[in-house]
């Protein structure tokens, strides 16, 4: 029998409707609100831009959007970010990635405030991730896991399989499976014999950007399997699933595009509304 196909967009539209409702019922304060910066001119970062807007206008929050030029030095970047740190009407700053090659991503990350960092990608919450006390969620794995709520897939006891070890994808997501109570094993490049880890997968997250990469023959019978890789290529936007034939062994699957990519969204609104809620929170 094929898989059921997880649907993430259908998931993400449930959040985003919740979130809505909420921020509708806010009478008395201002509305949440996110900084998005861009730098430059790249296309797929021009597009993500825009839908988190859209995603910002659908769910009442006010967004502000700084489009830099290219030259941007890193003085003048920093600037707009202390800027923003210290705005009080400001509940989260995100920085697009990938920055000009001259301008350093981690040394700009560093210096958003903690507190601001929506996309939990500062070291001072990927420690607190790490121990259990976590600010704001990182929103892909975030995403993943709701996804998996939602579908009532139990994480606890379950061989789960990460394909991919980077800092805003597949550690962040061993770590979230972990806290779950799932038996972690993550996956890279220098993997010997990776369908042999693969196959004892009770949930396989691929993460690795290639499109297709994993097949029909990696994965066991009844298997979950979340796939998170967007690749543009020319036949469209592919994930790292070879999806056709995955979904006649797999028991649960996720589509690309559809699955994974709409829930980084929701996730990334859902973080603003908590940064939101803290800074009133502290101010009692
Ligand atoms: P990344 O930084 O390039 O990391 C890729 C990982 O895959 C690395 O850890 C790498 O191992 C591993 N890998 C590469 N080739 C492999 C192989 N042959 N066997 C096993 N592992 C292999 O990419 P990323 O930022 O994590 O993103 C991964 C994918 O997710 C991309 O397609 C990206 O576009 C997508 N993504 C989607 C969303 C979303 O919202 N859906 C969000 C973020 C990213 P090494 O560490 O050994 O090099």
């Given at each position: 029998m094929s898989a059921i196909i997880i649907d993430g967009k259908r998931?993400?539209?449930?959040?985003?409707?919740?979130?809505?409702?909420k921020i509708s019922k806010i009478d008395?304060?201002?509305?949440?609100?996110?900084?998005?910066?861009?730098?430059?001119?790249?296309?797929?970062?021009?597009v993500y831009v825009k839908n988190k807007k859209l995603g910002c206008e659908y769910c009442g929050i006010t967004s502000l959007h700084y489009y830099l030029d290219e030259n941007t030095s890193m003085e003048e970047l920093l600037q707009l970010i202390d800027k923003l740190n210290?705005?009080?009407?400001?509940?989260?700053?995100?920085?697009?990635?990938?920055?000009?090659?001259?301008?350093?991503?981690?040394y700009v990350i560093n210096n958003i405030s903690p507190r601001k960092d929506v996309d939990a990608f500062h070291p001072i919450n990927v420690g607190k991730l790490m121990i259990g006390?976590?600010?704001?969620?990182?929103?892909?794995?975030?995403g993943v896991i709701r996804l998996l709520e939602e579908y009532n897939i139990s994480i606890e006891g379950k061989n789960?399989?990460?394909?991919?070890?980077?800092?805003?994808?597949?550690?962040?997501?061993?770590?979230?499976?972990?806290?779950k109570n799932g038996t972690v094993t993550i996956c890279h490049s220098r993997t010997k014999?990776?369908?042999?880890?693969?196959?004892?997968?009770?949930i396989l997250v691929a993460a690795i950007g290639k499109p297709n990469f994993v097949t029909a023959d990696m994965v066991k019978p009844d298997t979950v399997v979340i796939d998170v890789g967007i690749s543009r290529t020319e036949n469209g936007l592919k994930g790292d699933v070879d999806f056709e034939n995955v979904k006649e062994v797999a028991s649960y699957?996720?589509?690309?595009?559809?699955?994974?990519?709409?829930?980084?969204?929701?996730?990334l609104l859902e973080n603003t509304y908590k940064g939101y809620l803290e800074f009133y929170n502290q101010q009692v």
């Open positions: 998931v993400s539209q449930k959040i985003k409707d919740e979130l809505k409702e008395d304060k201002r509305p949440p609100c996110l900084a998005v910066i861009l730098v430059g001119e790249d296309p797929a970062s021009k210290n705005d009080d009407s400001v509940d989260g700053i995100l920085v697009q990635s990938p920055l000009p090659k001259h301008l350093d991503e981690k006390e976590p600010i704001f969620m990182p929103c892909t794995p975030q789960c399989v990460v394909i991919g070890r980077s800092n805003i994808v597949g550690k962040p997501m061993s770590i979230l499976l972990l806290s014999d990776l369908k042999s880890v693969t196959k004892q997968a009770d699957i996720t589509p690309v595009p559809g699955g994974v990519g709409p829930m980084t969204i929701a996730m």
